[in-house]
């Protein structure tokens, strides 16, 4: 990790955010997923075990962050970080899947299908993501109901097929081929990218500036989270990451770390962080969050 | 069929029309969908073969005769037809699949996991959801951006966990249990007529009285295509369905049939039908088409 990375996490302060944040957008999906006692009541249990309780919720931490930057009023910003928790915990239920990564681990639990079962899977995955749209597209959620919709278009287009949708297809196929660093870097600015911009720009639906500011930081950390998760896939064991470690690897999918070497994957994850960085710069200290969340986001693997 | 359902299909111009929807929602639906040559191919290519060129597009149909009588602009009930079609076939594709119905047949080919595979149908299904949300969220749709969320939100709820994917999840749990009729209509009321409500009240997304008629007709139709279906599965042959025969019956399913016998099941059907009827006497002749559509669900079978 870069001293500049090091040197913008201002703990305590930021973990106290990060934390209050993360206990916050629990609370929030609490109330956002249907309770497990009104019916179906197996796939309303099965959805909050797959969406509560687990995981760093950078994806919502961004889209605070960005919300700071852009005020954002409070409910604006629930709905935009409990939407994209929602499709990512979806993605995560259905890449899990035997028919797609066999993974039987999650967030150190098993994982949906098999704690419930495959069918029971595939409707939380399904379920899961329309919920993000129900939320998006409550009633009156934002004063001006076009930003609304441009809301919903921008995780619509995040999620689908030339986003993450897109991404898991490109990784699909990528299986046991030698793909380039540009061919691998187009696949994570599906799979992983694309949500995490949406993020940032549903937090930071205010101005145009700042929503270009704030995409091209996105674009950069979106990359930079990608290449830190194929470094931890080499470095780090099971029980820190919650699920299967050297996963990757062993399946023989290209990876940062397999193109790159180890070396470079860090150096290049350094190059994404600077650049992030960089974008924000027209920004004085309502940027912090997204900078302290970037150094976060470095901080996980070296 | 009862002679009043007869005598609301005044062929040829009924099934002119139809045919016309028929192509036309099909070449809408040929714009939405991504082309095959846009990377990622295999999955557009996959997505294109399971949304077009198959069914009667009863919900679209549908959607464009609730425009009809609201005098809804046609680029909305294009909107509306494309994304309830777009729902509709994800949800195909995902239920045929192994872990679930376990379908090789769809519309007369071989089922999405045939053509391509099972992790391929799964990315299918997910990006269809996304386009159906990309579709109605469409920047400027509607002049009135209130009623464009309003919308959306009927989509997101009739897919989700109290709509569609919830009745997908009660019929998962009611393989070998013995249903009361309240309980069959409870299950079919999530799975199938959620939906087809949805592209009633999209189509009729204008005055409260015409949604709140509409709502009722898009009710009572709907549980009757359900019951159309029970028997069909009895009745029909394998190639008149373009989907395996039988399937329910001897998947110790319960349907209509098994519960009631055939007989009632058809008296069921008659009875539904003629309360959706009842509905629409508010209105002239613009609910036209919606009473031809009624009588044309009633006709798949007897």
């Keep these: 990790m870069s001293n500049q990375a090091l040197s913008n996490i201002s703990a305590p302060d930021f973990l106290t955010w990060a934390k ?16 497990a006692d009104i019916a179906p009541q197996t796939l309303h249990s099965a959805m909050r ?4 309780g687990g995981g760093k919720r950078i994806r919502a931490l961004l889209c605070y962050a960005a ?6 009023e409070n409910h604006i910003a629930d709905a935009g970080a409990s939407a994209v928790e929602l499709i990512h915990a979806y993605s995560l239920v259905h890449d899990d899947m035997p028919c797609m990564d066999d993974d039987d681990l999650r967030r150190g639990k098993p994982s949906c299908h098999k704690q419930y079962d495959d069918a029971t899977a595939l409707l939380v995955g399904d379920a899961l993501q329309s919920l993000a749209f129900e939320v998006l597209s409550a009633p009156r959620l934002c004063k001006n109901a076009s930003q609304q919709i441009s809301m919903l278009n921008i995780l ?8 993450m949708a897109g991404g898991q297809a490109i990784d699909l196929n990528a299986v046991g081929k030698a793909l380039t660093q540009h061919e691998l870097e187009t696949m994570h600015k599906l799979k992983t990218g694309a949500l995490i911009q949406a993020a940032v720009l549903l937090g930071a639906h205010g101005s145009n500036e700042q929503i270009s500011a704030a995409s091209a930081y996105a674009k950069n950390i979106g990359l930079a989270f990608q290449v830190i998760d194929d470094i931890l896939d080499v470095e780090a064991d099971t029980q820190t990451l919650g699920k299967t470690a050297g996963k990757d690897a062993g399946s023989n999918k290209p990876t940062y770390v397999t193109i790159l070497g180890l070396a470079h994957a860090k150096d290049h994850a350094n190059q994404l962080y ?3 960085i960089t974008a924000l710069a027209p920004f004085g200290d309502e940027a912090r969050r997204l900078r302290e969340l970037a150094s976060f986001i470095m901080r996980r693997s070296f």
Tied chains: 1, 2.
Excluded: D, F, N
């Design 156 to 163: 619509a287009k995040a999620a689908g097929s030339t986003g």
């Design 274 to 276: 600077e650049a992030a």
């Design 20 to 35: 209050t944040k993360q206990i916050h957008i629990e609370q929030v999906l609490e109330q956002t997923l249907p309770p």
């Design 67 to 72: 919300a700071e930057l852009c005020h954002t």
């Design 49 to 52: 075990y797959s969406a509560l």
